[in-house]
């Protein structure tokens, strides 16, 4: 697990107004926090979201699939905790972001990431533009030079080690963690942010985020790929990544999992980007035997490159046995899993072909599969 986001959402948003916390008020039908929580799903490894501990039970039931670690008093307590229950984990980068900006974009994201390659540290802003004025008692008491001023935003983005050891250090309040990073001495890169990477902090803000929501539009891909598989000896198929008992093996290049190819070949086909055969050519000796999770873990990369994130996939595999029922839900899963996807975007299903053609004489498998990509 390389990359991790925090997500901030244990304070109590009071100058919101409403009455629940602002990233439990409702935006476009949903929690606000459930909206920031999806801007992360499928582009990190773990997300561990911080938590009043009054709000327990509605964090677990939009945080599905996340870490819950109570917060503190203050917000870079709360981030300290989070970062303490990610120690030992593995994690070498990690997203600091506030729950309550839920239109922050996959671009975004990308940006932060991507500075992390050169810099212990990277945070999107805006310049910016407009006059500054110091005021008292409600009059214009003088300007402010706007040069080399920013708008500092979220996903704060910080090489792991280094960003825990400086809150470990760090004394006293912080606005936000490239402060507590600043502090410890490390640079931090800045990055192209989004004017509709807002921060919903007053009533007005609910109502252009819903705006934002409706103008978007959504670009949807829809892929399809088909493959099929000779029989020839041994004693198990590989299918969708499970390992099944069989009396035969299937013949292919590769490990021949039939219903893996199909599926990789439908985000392809989605993508514009050819087939398995294009990117991994079968007169490449290398690839001779090769497990297929590599060939759909290339292609889930490539789909997220892309700016897109996968909607929900279909395989369907055509075949008198083995019986696929018994291995469905271990299909799904491990699909899933190397997708980075929740297991309810996949689904694996079977069917015969009533004893007619070559799948109905028992000579090979066939598979079918339909892959929608959607990028907001």
């Known amino acids: 697990m390389g990359t991790a986001a925090v997500i901030v959402a244990a304070g109590r948003g009071s100058r919101a107004g409403g009455d629940v916390p602002k990233q439990w008020q409702m935006l476009a039908g949903r929690p606000v926090l459930a909206h920031t929580i999806d801007a992360f799903r499928g582009k990190v490894d773990?997300?561990?979201?911080?938590?009043h501990?009054?709000?327990?039970?509605?964090?677990?039931?939009?945080?599905?699939?996340?870490?819950?670690?109570?917060?503190?008093p203050s917000r870079d307590s709360s981030v300290r905790n989070a970062l303490l229950s990610l120690d030992g984990a593995g994690i070498q980068r990690v997203l600091i972001?506030?729950?309550?900006?839920?239109?922050?974009?996959?671009?975004?994201?990308?940006?932060?990431?991507?500075?992390?390659d050169t810099h212990p540290g990277a945070a999107p802003a805006l310049p910016v533009t407009d006059a500054l004025w110091r005021g008292a008692d409600g009059l214009?008491?003088?300007?402010?030079?706007?040069?080399?001023?920013?708008r500092a935003q979220t996903p704060q983005g910080f090489r792991f080690d280094a960003i825990l050891a400086a809150?470990?250090?760090?004394?006293?309040?912080?606005?936000?963690?490239?402060?507590?990073a600043r502090a410890a001495g490390l640079d931090v890169a800045i990055v192209e942010g989004e004017e509709t990477n807002l921060k919903l902090t007053f009533p007005g803000d609910f109502a252009r985020a819903e705006a934002i929501l409706k103008g978007r539009r959504m670009d949807v891909r829809l892929g399809n790929g088909y493959d099929v598989h000779a029989f020839t000896e041994g004693d198990h198929v590989w299918l969708c990544g499970v390992k099944v008992p069989h009396h035969r093996a299937l013949l292919g290049h590769s490990d021949a999992d039939v219903?893996?190819?199909?599926?990789t070949d439908a985000i392809y086909g989605a993508l514009a980007m050819g087939d398995i055969g294009r990117h991994f050519p079968p007169s490449d000796p290398q690839w001779k035997g090769a497990a297929s999770d590599i060939f759909l873990r290339h292609a889930a990369d490539l789909m997220r490159a892309q700016g897109y994130e996968l909607g929900n996939?279909?395989?369907?595999?055509?075949?008198?046995?083995?019986?696929?029922?018994?291995?469905?839900?271990?299909?799904?899963?491990t699909l899933a899993g190397i997708m980075g996807v929740d297991a309810d975007r996949v689904s694996v299903k079977a069917t015969t072909s009533e004893r007619l053609g070559f799948t109905g004489r028992e000579e090979g498998i066939a598979a079918l599969a339909t892959a929608c990509l959607v990028k907001a």
């Open 46 to 51: 773990r997300i561990t979201v911080t938590i």
């Open 259 to 263: 219903g893996m190819h199909a599926l």
């Open 313 to 333: 996939c279909d395989v369907t595999l055509v075949c008198e046995r083995p019986k696929i029922g018994p291995h469905a839900a271990s299909m799904q899963a």
């Open 167 to 180: 809150h470990r250090s760090h004394v006293g309040l912080a606005a936000d963690d490239v402060e507590v």
């Open 97 to 116: 972001h506030d729950g309550a900006r839920p239109l922050v974009s996959a671009a975004v994201i990308a940006r932060v990431l991507a500075a992390l």
């Open 140 to 150: 214009v008491a003088g300007t402010q030079d706007r040069a080399g001023l920013w």
């Open 53 to 72: 501990p009054d709000d327990r039970a509605q964090a677990e039931a939009v945080a599905q699939g996340c870490d819950l670690v109570e917060g503190g």
